[in-house]
């Protein structure tokens, strides 16, 4: 059996919920999507990893019509973006911006340019509609700020000590510890600027946060059903009754 990438997946799922001749189901799940996970991570954490874990989990007690559970990291929002195969109707979806409260602050920072803030609003409107239908996983690109008024949206950070990640990114890349060393620190930084630079936030901030996670300390299986609970509870209506009466035991 083909196992399917990640851009496999979201190509799938995207076509699923943008298909024109399925409009009733398109309003439908628009209506009352499912929830949306958003991760902000530190460099180094294997959040790729923990994002399978969390569909497998999800999608094992996802109710009918809600098991399609995938995640869209950075590169894959950009690709959907950029890439020029995707269904038409899904592009002229993406088309229909309204102007978000999001974007009238951003307008009025300072040293912004129009294609960065061009860009901004591109990914923003991506990440929203993408939330739309819900069962989705978004990592970075300050997702949890975007959907920060979205009730069904839940946001989580994962950290781990400099030298847990620094024996990650060595095994995960191949590289030698100075280059997975310089490799963190300056992605790190550059993910804490951009938080600041555009929505004025503090990334470490953890009231930005429903949970912030110690990635060192537990398995990504373990993290994957901490985390899984903690969805299911809070949105119980759309998963399966057996699980739903074992947590409420």
């Not at 109710?63 to 195969?85: A, P, Q, V």
């Not at 400099?162 to 930084?189: C, G, H, P």
């Not at 059903?225 to 739903?244: A, L, N």
Request: with cysteine.
């Amino acid at each position: 059996m083909k196992v399917l990438g990640s851009y496999e997946k979201a190509r799938i799922y995207i076509d699923k919920h943008y298909q024109e001749s399925e409009e009733a189901e398109f309003r439908k799940r628009k209506m009352n999507p499912g929830p949306t996970i958003t991760i902000s991570r530190e460099t180094g954490i294997g959040a790729s990893a923990i994002c399978e874990k969390l569909i497998e989990y999800f999608n094992h007690y996802a109710i009918e019509d809600y098991n399609d559970w995938t995640y869209f990291d950075r590169g894959l929002i950009e690709k959907i973006m950029e890439d020029h195969h995707l269904p038409e109707h899904f592009r002229k979806y993406l088309a229909e911006e309204k102007t978000h409260k999001i974007d009238s602050w951003i307008g009025e920072m300072l040293g912004i340019t129009p294609s960065k803030l061009s860009l901004l609003h591109k990914t923003s409107q991506t990440i929203l509609k993408l939330a739309e239908f819900g069962n989705v996983i978004i990592v970075g690109r300050g997702a949890n700020i975007i959907t920060t008024t979205i009730p069904n949206a839940f946001h989580i950070r994962f950290v781990a000590p400099l030298s847990f990640r620094i024996e990650n990114a060595m095994q995960l890349y191949n590289v030698d510890r100075k280059t997975a060393t310089d490799f963190i620190k300056e992605k790190d930084e550059s993910r804490k600027k951009y938080i600041w630079k555009y929505f004025h936030k503090n990334i470490e901030d953890p009231l930005l946060y429903h949970t912030v996670v110690n990635t060192n300390l537990l398995k990504f299986e373990e993290i994957a059903e901490m985390i899984g609970h903690c969805v299911i509870r809070r949105f119980p209506e759309f998963f399966t009754s057996p699980f739903k009466e074992l947590i409420n035991e």
